[in-house]
């Protein structure tokens, strides 16, 4: 199946070449971008999956990369693939790509989420209940622990 699947790749241009190719030859393919694999079937009915294939070279994302990169760079069917490889140019480019989106993302942190402590939660419900008229039950007690002063002493 391998042998198969590396004469396809030379002679296929883009995704639907390589799928037609490969019927010629009798075997089946399930690719829909619904899926994360690829299914092949051979002409006696076995199934295999893209990642059982031990060679990433035919995993689904691989293979749209490769067929993007030869759209992009007009790959002619026979033709001289790169010494270096394909995957380099795309690889690259991706690294080319975040390292600017970094820079542009340069922002600083956040800062961080307030932490209400018991004590500080007591101290917003009083404040609230002030703002609202209403009277507090234990001021005297509330002026200790906080260190604040209503200007009312008791």
């Given at each position: 199946?391998?042998?198969?699947?590396?004469q396809a790749l030379e002679e296929a241009?883009?995704?639907?070449?390589?799928?037609?190719?490969?019927?010629?030859?009798?075997?089946?393919?399930?690719?829909?971008?619904?899926?994360?694999?690829?299914?092949?079937?051979?002409?006696?009915?076995?199934?295999?999956?893209?990642?059982?294939?031990?060679?990433?070279?035919?995993?689904?994302?691989?293979?749209?990369?490769?067929?993007?990169?030869?759209?992009?760079?007009?790959?002619?069917?026979?033709?001289?693939?790169?010494?270096?490889?394909?995957?380099?140019?795309?690889?690259?480019?991706?690294?080319?790509?975040?390292?600017?989106?970094?820079?542009?993302?340069?922002?600083?942190?956040?800062?961080?989420?307030?932490?209400?402590?018991?004590?500080?939660?007591?101290?917003?419900e009083a404040l609230k209940k002030l703002?609202?008229?209403?009277?507090?039950?234990?001021?005297?007690?509330?002026?200790?622990?906080?260190?604040?002063?209503?200007?009312?002493?008791?």
């Amino acid at each position: 199946m391998v042998f198969v699947l590396n004469q396809a790749l030379e002679e296929a241009e883009d995704k639907e070449s390589f799928v037609e190719f490969l019927e010629r030859e009798g075997y089946q393919v399930k690719w829909s971008a619904s899926r994360k694999h690829i299914t092949f079937i051979t002409p006696e009915g076995y199934r295999c999956r893209d990642s059982s294939l031990h060679d990433e070279t035919f995993l689904k994302d691989n293979l749209e990369y490769l067929f993007l990169y030869r759209q992009l760079t007009n790959f002619e069917p026979g033709g001289e693939e790169p010494s270096y490889g394909w995957l380099y140019g795309v690889t690259y480019n991706a690294e080319a790509l975040t390292r600017y989106l970094e820079q542009a993302m340069d922002v600083p942190d956040p800062p961080p989420i307030p932490v209400w402590t018991e004590s500080k939660q007591r101290q917003r419900e009083a404040l609230k209940k002030l703002a609202h008229g209403q009277r507090l039950e234990n001021i005297e007690s509330f002026e200790e622990d906080e260190g604040y002063s209503f200007g009312m002493s008791m």
